[in-house]
């Protein structure tokens, strides 16, 4: 039942007016589609599948000669087609999703989540259309492999990210069994071929690691094509392509325009690296769902809400820390390597990897994989400003000098309850910085970050502009507060995890913070009791907690506090 539902959602492109009406881009939108086709598809059409009707509806490039392949199925002719009629506006949906794609700086085939993210469906219903055929395994030729062997190709010794976090369900990617159905590659290695510059790749620090010898199709049709065929590129070019590039909704009640903040980003765009992981995460779950499988509209209601199964850690918020746990960074570099000599022998060859030698194919892998799990995976999600409703900055902003060497911690004791959803986040980031603006006389929210309870941070004045958090040390450091009063009781250990690892981590490797950075308690500068008692004595077992500092006198407790100084007896660079 539920490939054929996917199989008839994306089989719709085909058949959809493009001039007819759309509803909103949400998830909650797509998952009305599928409950829609799930009351109309009869069991007879379940061995339709979703790669059928994506190979249909676009009969060209890389991507979709990978899902023909992994997913086994062939192309369809016009006359096989026979679709469910649905409403206009949910075949208009369908049209408006089902391909991912950039251009104009614009972003299609995204839909707005119910946890603020933006999601593209395409690598979603990928993902979990090789996990209803039960992950594939791929066997790659190892007499093609002999001279990459020989030459010992190595890979960087990339740390997995997060790996306290347990995985939601287990076992995960790490298990992928050869006992699942396979395919053999035939040895027809593109490295003999002639008119080939013979370029030798570089691998420095390196360890060695053997040449790749299957394919998970779970994986490759996810994450691993992509991620392999967007960083392909000359061996000497040390540069990547931009990964994870945000964007804005022209509207968040009923969004119908992504416009991407970089308009000269990659396809790894943040949505499609968050539909791909996804995919990934929901397609090993129901590859090791046993039948009778929960409907897709149920899964995808309760992975975007409350959570799967009534967990609230194995729900998009959590993709991050969930995906880390489901395969390892090597794991993931063999897969890319792996995906990349595939599509070597898959008719036609792209045009980039004709004369790619498999050391080339296999820094490749590396960089690619290097980059994801650093720049993505170890670092948190934040959503932009225009995510939850920021008004205009009232002037013109200071520019930090950058790296910056302190990370000052808060919390916002007003609102004292931690925020658990994006709504109710998004409504206290609104709701400070209109404080901020309309009664302080700031020109804009004072702190740089503020972290949820929801497993978001959300942006202030960001990592580039001078903030208004620490009373005198406002350009010397970054203040980032936690939603709630923390003077009896700790936030989350996933609110802790962030503010103490992953967010410095991240700048850190950006060029943002100082490596030697030092971190402080807001009360340790400014005569206040923020962050809060219990906060401030945990943060003192924290790597990079300075304790000898001098606090400075002035006078403030908390955003909202009668103690506060009144308006605009501040430059609008100082709070606190």
Request: net charge negative; with cysteine; glycine share 8%.
């Amino acid at each position: 039942m539920a490939q054929g539902v996917l199989w008839i959602l994306l089989g719709l492109l085909l058949w959809s007016d493009p001039g007819t009406a759309s509803l909103p881009l949400l998830m909650d939108s797509v998952i009305q589609a599928l409950a829609e086709l799930e009351q109309k598809v009869p069991a007879a059409n379940a061995s339709h599948t979703a790669s059928a009707w994506l190979l249909s509806a676009s009969n060209s490039g890389p991507h979709n000669r990978l899902y023909h392949f992994l997913l086994g199925v062939q192309s369809l002719d016009a006359a096989e087609l026979d679709p469910y009629p649905l409403s206009p506006e949910l075949q208009g949906l369908t049209k408006a999703v089902a391909q991912h794609d950039v251009g104009e700086g614009r972003e299609y085939g995204v839909v707005l989540a119910p946890d603020g993210s933006t999601v593209a469906v395409e690598p979603l219903l990928a993902g979990l259309e090789a996990g209803l055929q039960g992950r594939k395994v791929i066997n790659l030729p190892l007499d093609s492999m002999a001279a990459s062997r020989e030459a010992g190709v190595t890979f960087p010794d990339v740390v997995a990210i997060a790996p306290d976090v347990k995985a939601t369900s287990s076992p995960g990617l790490r298990d992928a069994s050869p006992d699942v159905t396979t395919a053999d590659i035939g040895p027809n290695s593109p490295d003999a071929t002639t008119g080939c510059p013979d370029v030798q790749a570089s691998l420095p620090d390196a360890k060695a690691k053997s040449p790749p010898t299957m394919v998970d199709s779970l994986l490759a049709v996810t994450l691993a094509g992509n991620l392999g065929l967007t960083f392909l590129q000359g061996p000497q070019t040390q540069s990547h392509p931009d990964l994870g590039t945000e964007g804005c909704w022209d509207q968040l009640s009923a969004p119908q325009t992504f416009t991407l903040l970089d308009p000269k980003s990659s396809l790894l765009t943040m949505a499609f690296l968050n539909g791909a992981l996804d995919g990934v995460i929901l397609g090993d779950y129901l590859s090791r769902t046993p039948e009778p499988r929960p409907s897709l509209s149920h899964l995808l209601s309760q992975y975007y809400g409350a959570g799967v199964a009534r967990d609230p850690g194995f729900r998009s918020n959590f993709r991050r820390q969930n995906g880390a746990a489901l395969t390892s960074a090597s794991i993931l570099a063999q897969q890319v390597w792996g995906t990349l000599v595939l599509l070597q022998r898959l008719e036609p060859v792209h045009s980039q990897l004709q004369c790619m030698s498999q050391e080339q194919l296999a820094q490749v892998a590396a960089n690619a994989t290097k980059e994801f799990t650093e720049a993505f995976l170890g670092c948190p999600a934040i959503h932009p400003r225009c995510r939850w409703g920021a008004a205009p900055y009232q002037g013109r902003p200071t520019p930090l000098q950058l790296p910056l060497g302190f990370l000052y911690v808060h919390h916002t004791y007003v609102p004292a309850p931690p925020c658990t959803d994006f709504a109710r986040c998004a409504a206290n980031m609104r709701s400070m910085q209109r404080y901020h603006q309309d009664t302080r006389g700031w020109g804009d929210i004072g702190y740089s970050f503020v972290v949820g309870s929801d497993g978001y941070v959300y942006e202030g004045r960001g990592w580039h502009w001078v903030g208004a958090h620490t009373l005198g040390h406002n350009s010397r450091g970054f203040g980032v507060a936690i939603v709630g009063n923390y003077t009896a009781a700790l936030p989350t250990e996933a609110a802790l995890r962030t503010v103490r690892d992953t967010l410095p981590s991240c700048a850190v490797r950006a060029g943002l913070l100082r490596p030697d950075y030092e971190l402080l308690g807001h009360r340790q500068l400014v005569r206040t009791d923020c962050p809060g008692d219990a906060l401030f004595h945990l943060l003192r077992t924290w790597p990079h907690f300075t304790a000898t500092v001098k606090p400075r006198p002035a006078r403030s407790v908390s955003w909202r506090s009668r103690r506060e100084l009144p308006p605009r007896t501040l430059p609008a660079t100082d709070l606190q």
